[in-house]
């Protein structure tokens, strides 16, 4: 056994999480009747804690805020609140912070990728994120809210098209997780072009594209899949070779030797090492 | 040079096109105003010979034959014919047969793959393609034009959609090319999830998914893209693993190591080596 012994605990590359809470990064369309398995899993990962609805993402804020709050009672969660954030003043209120501070786990709705970071990245409601993390919390996010999850985020490129060197638009996201770039929405919108040209610009991100109704459930430097899609992870590390830096903005891009993962339920991966598992 | 001088002309793997033409395979939607350099690269492919247009495939044959004409003519070929074969005993007549084999190149256009596999699969008309492509012919044809020059094809399969082990049917297909699959509109359709779960079937098949208004000319055991999208090949023959041949039929396909390669205008590839090159 010895030799496959634990190394030291510092990662090799970047891809973890901060502190020891999980992320639950979501796909889109979560299933909101019948079994509900993806937001179970939120629900009772918070057990008899609190759990922060925040819906920073959308331009309608109450009606989503109505929705997943009859959902997450009806899923058992005890005490559910909302955290709107109109404009970035609401990111320094001792009052939100504090909602932060007692919750056990925050939800991230859909919506606009930029309207989350514009309006709260950076701020100390940020920090008590992470700090949610760092004792055991649960930080999920679904959609745009999924997206926000990593250091460098994906912000908008086409869907249903091949990769154009000038097609995608990148920004910096929470930074919860860091070594990952995450798409949502993947199969059912054709993504995988762009996330491969994302990756492609600098192949040191692990592109993770997640299914609707599909999920993964990140702790320390792994994850878990749940749900009825896929999830694909293109790692462009060791052997791709593009034209990206070489061509016109507007040439399609070429990209060989990819390396690309589909997992399923119960499938998980080790993001230090770069390697799958099967469930 | 020497140690890289050719080998036996037999190729180690199935894949090469029958004889000394070439197939040229699109991927649906070819531009049909401005440069179109798709239907350009076929006339000029053709020259001064006789190009046989065939719209089998499609319900609105005459239709579709009047647009093809009209660009092919535009195009400068000299000679355009119809053949349309409407049941199986047209593909026995020696009036069509006697096009065929006075013809430089047959183009098939897009509609339902079904279709011309059904009508003319095994007829004397095909063994004419065939001698055609001996005589160092093109066979062209886009879309489910397309999809039928291979062995085996593709028919059905959900797009924008992860595979599901049951969603893909395949049927035999015309048998100019082997050990390749093929699918058409490909990023636009989203069609990966299709291509990758029919390959884990059997990775003897190197998956081959084309873009629309994008072509591969293959001769011989080599294929060079050319048009404005890209071109995907989806290799499982060295290390992956997958759950195809485990789990239930509705489960979402798992499979791991897959590599990929996405090539784009002028970029080539070695059927046999199974390698890219950039062009």
Redesign the interface.
Known sequence: MAPKAKRTKRPRRAERVNGAGTLLIIGGREEKRGEMRILRDVAERVRRGRLVVTTVATEHPEEVWHEYHRLFKHLGVANVDHLDIDQRSDGFSDEHIRMIDRASGVFFTGGDQLRITAKMGGAPICEAMRGLLNRGGVIAGTSAGASVMSETMLVAGV?????RIDAVKMAPGLGFISGVLIDQH?????R??RL?GSVAQNPRLLGIGI?ENTSIAVSDSHFTVAG???VYVVDAMRES?T?ISEQEAE???????????????G?SFDLQQRR?K??
Chains 1, 2 share one sequence.
């Open positions: 869907s249903d098209a091949s990769h993947f199969a059912e919108r054709g995988l072009g491969v299914d009825a899609g896929a070779d034209n040439h399609t891009m070429s990209i060989f030797d990819l390396r690309l993962h589909i997992l399923a339920d499938d799958p099967r469930g």
